[in-house]
């Protein structure tokens, strides 16, 4: 088992930044392939960011491109999702996640993942 827990989600105003971290424990962290998604109320669970086990490959949903930065720190077992340039259509529960990396498949789907946090808020103002 892999408990994952979020912290650092708050109220940002437009344009502003927060970084999430996600502290993992249970198993070797360097083991998982790491992911964030965020769910908006009313809408469906959406990918945000994806890391490698080792932090040579990230991946990004669309919408968060060129704003968002997903990190990892294997020695600390922490991942991180350093959020910039916040907008409005940014406010929902962000989840970290995880899946051991000996299954080859798709990290921006969230069926991949085992592992789920218990969330954390975050919601930007205008």
């Known amino acids: 088992q892999v408990q994952l827990v979020e912290s650092g989600g708050g109220s940002v105003q437009a344009g502003g930044s927060l970084r999430l971290s996600c502290a993992a424990s249970g198993r070797t962290f360097s083991d998982y392939v790491m992911g964030w998604f965020r769910q908006a109320p009313g809408k469906e669970r959406e990918f945000v960011a994806t890391i490698s086990w080792n932090g040579a490959n990230t991946d990004y949903g669309d919408s968060v491109k060129g704003r968002f930065t997903i990190s990892r720190d294997n020695a600390k077992n922490v991942v991180y999702l350093q959020m910039n340039s916040l907008r409005p259509e940014d406010t929902a529960i962000y989840y970290c996640?995880?899946?051991?990396?000996?299954?080859?498949?798709?990290?921006?789907?969230?069926?991949?993942?085992?592992?789920w946090g218990q969330g954390t808020q975050v919601t930007v103002s205008s």
């Open positions: 996640a995880a899946y051991h990396r000996v299954y080859d498949n798709s990290p921006v789907r969230s069926s991949t993942y085992d592992y």
